[in-house]
């Protein structure tokens, strides 16, 4: 819901009413949508609704004619953009492969984030013009995406799944998101199945040497595989300006900037994450009844600090952490 538009979406249809009067404007038949897979944008500008879009994906002539698809239901990871000011399908976003799971509109209706079914790759687009601007990986192991959400000012990006880790992505300038990636490459630590692969040095160049006497062959070996691996990680890192877009985006993942790690009996309780309007935090609130406030560390990213937790089913409040 915004100031000018409510949704009401069934497992089969989506209506459309006028927040003023609450007539029904308009009716879109979708294919089933048991999990309610949708997202609205809280703009009154660019009120722009998104959802997955049935199979086949529509023609550009039927997008011209602000018709809507009819189902079947849907098998693919496209989403279709709908404009509910003037009651017109405007784009069709080929997101992923697998059927979405998750959608996220940021607060001026300019960035769509999506997710499927794997839940392993999370990407933003422009909205409405569907151009891909970063491409973030979750993990390497399939997740049931619960929640994503923007920050007010659209820098970063929170998404919670079924995993005991709670991602926050930053959003960087889109020059350094050329080509499909952006944000932060660096990936805290700690963050279980969703640590980046590879980090550790094939040679293992970060463990401690026994000091080895100069001008020996031990030691010119480890000199030259030291400059090999070096040569060899700058050429993996030029390569990726001359390989296809596609390739490069498996090569170069971007991972999460922070991450927030839940206790192990929260794992696969569903959550729901939310971006502070005007503090660098993220609220989480469970199925079981518990909230919880994490402060993000803005310079550094890392694991975010507990601030307060309060379960609203016991009435138990509880700081850790620092101050509120």
């Given at each position: 819901?915004?100031?000018?538009?409510?949704?009401?979406?069934?497992?089969?249809?989506?209506?459309?009413?006028?927040?003023?009067?609450?007539?029904?404007?308009?009716?879109?038949?979708?294919?089933?949508?048991?999990?309610?897979?949708?997202?609205l944008?809280?703009?009154?500008?660019?009120?722009?609704?998104?959802?997955?879009?049935?199979a086949?994906?529509?023609?550009?002539?039927?997008?011209?004619?602000?018709?809507?698809?009819?189902?079947?239901?849907?098998?693919?990871?496209?989403?279709l953009?709908?404009?509910?000011?003037?009651?017109?399908?405007?784009?069709?976003?080929?997101?992923?492969?697998?059927?979405?799971?998750?959608?996220?509109?940021?607060?001026?209706?300019?960035?769509?984030?999506?997710?499927?079914?794997?839940?392993?790759?999370?990407?933003?687009?422009?909205?409405?013009?569907?151009?891909?601007?970063?491409?973030?990986r979750?993990?390497?192991?399939?997740?049931?995406?619960?929640?994503?959400?923007?920050?007010?000012?659209?820098?970063?990006?929170?998404?919670s799944?079924?995993?005991?880790?709670?991602?926050?992505y930053?959003?960087?300038?889109?020059?350094?998101?050329?080509?499909?990636?952006?944000?932060?490459?660096?990936?805290?630590?700690?963050?279980?199945?969703?640590?980046?692969?590879?980090?550790?040095?094939?040679?293992?160049?970060?463990?401690?040497?026994?000091?080895?006497?100069?001008?020996?062959?031990?030691s010119?070996?480890?000199?030259?595989r030291r400059?090999?691996?070096h040569?060899?990680?700058?050429?993996?890192?030029?390569?990726?300006?001359?390989?296809?877009?596609?390739?490069?985006?498996?090569?170069?993942?971007?991972?999460?900037?922070?991450?927030?790690?839940?206790?192990?009996?929260?794992?696969?309780v569903?959550?729901?994450?939310?971006?502070?309007?005007?503090?660098?935090?993220?609220?989480?609130?469970?199925a079981?009844?518990?909230?919880?406030?994490?402060?993000?560390?803005?310079?550094n990213?890392?694991?975010?600090?507990?601030?307060?937790?309060?379960?609203?089913?016991?009435?138990?409040?509880?700081?850790?952490?620092?101050?509120?």
């Open positions: 819901m915004n100031r000018k538009r409510l949704v009401v979406v069934l497992e089969s249809e989506i209506y459309i009413y006028d927040i003023s009067t609450m007539k029904l404007l308009h009716t879109i038949e979708t294919g089933p949508n048991p999990n309610a897979v949708c997202a944008s809280s703009s009154s500008e660019h009120s722009y609704l998104a959802y997955p879009s049935p086949p994906s529509p023609s550009s002539a039927s997008l011209s004619s602000g018709v809507p698809p009819a189902p079947p239901a849907p098998t693919t990871g496209d989403v953009i709908f404009d509910t000011l003037n009651l017109t399908a405007v784009n069709v976003i080929q997101a992923h492969k697998a059927p979405i799971a998750a959608l996220a509109l940021n607060s001026t209706g300019t960035m769509l984030a999506t997710a499927s079914d794997k839940g392993t790759v999370v990407r933003v687009f422009s909205v409405p013009d569907a151009k891909k601007l970063w491409q973030f979750r993990g390497t192991t399939t997740a049931h995406i619960f929640s994503m959400n923007f920050n007010l000012a659209s820098t970063l990006l929170a998404v799944s079924d995993t005991s880790t709670i991602h926050i930053r959003l960087a300038n889109k020059d350094s998101a050329a080509g499909g990636g952006g944000g932060s490459a660096s990936s805290a630590s700690g963050a279980g199945d969703e640590s980046p692969p590879g980090s550790v040095s094939t040679f293992g160049d970060d463990a401690p040497s026994p000091p080895i006497a100069a001008g020996s062959p031990q010119a070996a480890n000199s030259l400059r090999s691996y040569i060899g990680k700058s050429i993996l890192g030029n390569a990726g300006t001359y390989l296809p877009k596609g390739v490069t985006e498996i090569w170069e993942p971007q991972r999460d900037f922070a991450h927030i790690k839940l206790r192990s009996g929260q794992a696969g569903r959550t729901v994450v939310a971006m502070s309007s005007t503090l660098p935090q993220v609220m989480v609130i469970s079981d009844g518990v909230f919880q406030a994490y402060n993000i560390d803005l310079e990213g890392g694991e975010c600090a507990l601030m307060k937790e309060f379960n609203l089913l016991s009435n138990e409040d509880t700081v850790s952490g620092g101050a509120e």
